[in-house]
Antibody, heavy 123, light 106 residues
Framework: EVQLVESGGGLVQPGGSLRLSCAAS????????MDWVRQAPGKGLEWVGR??????????EYAASVKGRFTISRDDSKNSLYLQMNSLGTEDTAVYYC??????????????WGQGTTVTVSS | DIQMTQSPSTLSASVGDGVTITCRAS??????LVWYQQKPGNAPKLLIY???SLESGVPSRFSGSGSGTEFTLTISSLQPDDFATYYC?????????FGQGTRLEI
């Protein structure tokens, strides 16, 4: 079964840091670009960023709202995706989803989503 | 950034009805558009990719159309399971952007 499972969410104080993880299974993780998407309580979806695969030098893209504060990385040997979040503010409170981009290049929508992990930034 | 605007924000309908949701891009995105369905407490689910291609396993009552700046998602005969929030998303250029969502309610 194709699956993405996020972990690492929790309560953090403003200005703090948190590292989210996403464990992939059931597919060839290394073949796929991977994205993070977040959803603030009661709000819509917001793209956070993307990491490409090894053949694309693991390059990354970020939303302006997180650039310079968040870092996406991956470990293909562990089938894992990460999101390092620094200098967190209350506006970063959200459910964070790990998502997969199809390997075929047919399109660049997100065809598999994790269940999400909740990050709450509050004092 | 490319702004995606969905209309309406909320849509009321009944089982058996046909409905259409519109998504407009602030500039041309060719056919680089996907549609998702999200139910409360769940992750979004991909319905349509490349504006009009049906994702595997998605019922054929869902269809998408459009190119350039105007796109539609049509549900031909609403089933109880279809009452949810729908989002469009463009992947033509960075940053990836979503519409604000359309809540389909009974």
């Amino acid at each position: 079964e194709v699956q993405l499972v996020e972990s690492g969410g929790g309560l953090v104080q403003p200005g703090g840091s948190l590292r989210l993880s996403c464990a992939a299974s059931g597919f060839s993780f290394s073949d796929h670009y991977m994205d993070w998407v977040r959803q603030a309580p009661g709000k819509g979806l917001e793209w956070v960023g993307r990491i490409r695969k090894k053949s694309n030098s693991y390059t990354t893209e970020y939303a302006a709202s997180v650039k310079g504060r968040f870092t996406i990385s991956r470990d293909d040997s562990k089938n894992s995706l990460y999101l390092q979040m620094n200098s967190l503010g209350t506006e970063d409170t959200a459910v964070y989803y790990c998502t997969r981009i199809p390997a075929t290049g047919t399109h660049y929508g997100m065809d598999v989503w994790g269940q999400g992990t909740t990050v709450t930034v509050s004092s | 950034d490319i702004q995606m605007t969905q209309s309406p924000s909320t849509l009321s309908a009944s089982v058996g009805d046909g409905v259409t949701i519109t998504c407009r891009a602030s500039q041309s995105i060719t056919s680089s558009l996907v549609w998702y369905q999200q139910k409360p407490g769940n992750a979004p689910k991909l319905l349509i990719y490349k504006a009009s291609s049906l994702e595997s396993g998605v019922p054929s009552r869902f269809s998408g159309s459009g190119s350039g700046t105007e796109f539609t998602l049509t549900i031909s005969s609403l089933q109880p399971d279809d009452f949810a929030t729908y989002y469009c998303q463009q992947y033509n250029s960075y940053p990836v952007t979503f519409g604000q969502g359309t809540r389909l309610e009974i």
